[in-house]
Structures are given as C-alpha cells and as structure tokens.
C-alpha cells in the first residue's frame, strides 16, 4: 500500500508563490505517473496537474497554465507544484496521487489509485 505525503501548504498573499511536494516513503515514484488535484470548501474535487513517471509529459488544467510548474526528481524520490501568481480561487486541499504509467498523463481521478492526505493552500489579503 503506497502512501503519499504532500508537504508545503501554507497561507501566502494574493501574487505569491508556494512549491508543494509530494514523496513515497519506501517506493520509487518513477513507477508512477502522479497527478495533483484540489478541492475547495463546497467544490467538487477537481484536477491541477500531472506528470509521467519519466517526466516527459505534463499536462495543466486550463486555470493554472502559465502559473503553475509540475516536476519531478526521480532520484530524490519527490513530486514538485511550482504555483506562481496565486489567486484567492487557488485555496483549495491539494492532493497528489499516483497512477499507472501512460505515454502521456490522465486528468481523470479514476486513472489513480493512490491518494495522500493533502494539504491545504489559503491565498487571502
């Protein structure tokens, strides 16, 4: 049974920027593709970001493009969600979750098996 911790939520001011990580203590995560998802108070869960396992591929939802970064560092075992120019509609539980390997990465929960706790992003003046 795999278990993903998310570490690097915290509360930044409209424009900031936080970096989320995501590791699997005990496993390679090159085995995975992983995703990240969010999901805010009364909101229905929905996807951020995925990365294949050999980081080639990447793909957005079309609210965070051009502001936030997915990579990995295989060798470090971790996940990474650069989030830049964050808006107060970011805050949200951000959950990483890993996945069978494709030649380009799923958007879709159903694609991933493996879930973290999550942690929480507030952006707020």
């Known amino acids: 049974q795999l278990h993903l911790v998310e570490s690097g939520g915290g509360s930044v001011e409209p424009g900031g920027t936080l970096t989320l990580s995501c590791t699997v203590p005990?496993?390679?995560?090159?085995?995975?593709?992983i995703a990240w998802f969010r999901q805010a108070p009364g909101k229905e869960r929905e996807a951020v970001s995925c990365?294949?396992?050999?980081?080639?591929?990447?793909n957005y939802e079309d609210s965070v493009k051009g502001r936030f970064t997915v990579s990995r560092d295989n060798p470090e075992n971790t996940v990474y969600l650069q989030m830049e120019s964050l808006k107060p509609d970011d805050t949200a539980r951000y959950y990483c979750?890993?996945?069978?390997?494709?030649?380009?990465?799923?958007?879709?929960?159903?694609?991933?098996?493996?879930w973290g706790q999550g942690a929480q992003v507030t952006v707020s003046s």
């Open positions: 979750a890993a996945g069978a390997i494709h030649r380009t990465c799923r958007l879709q929960s159903y694609e991933y098996v493996y």
């Open positions: 990365i294949t396992g050999s980081g080639d591929n990447t």
């Open positions: 005990g496993f390679h995560l090159d085995s995975f593709d």
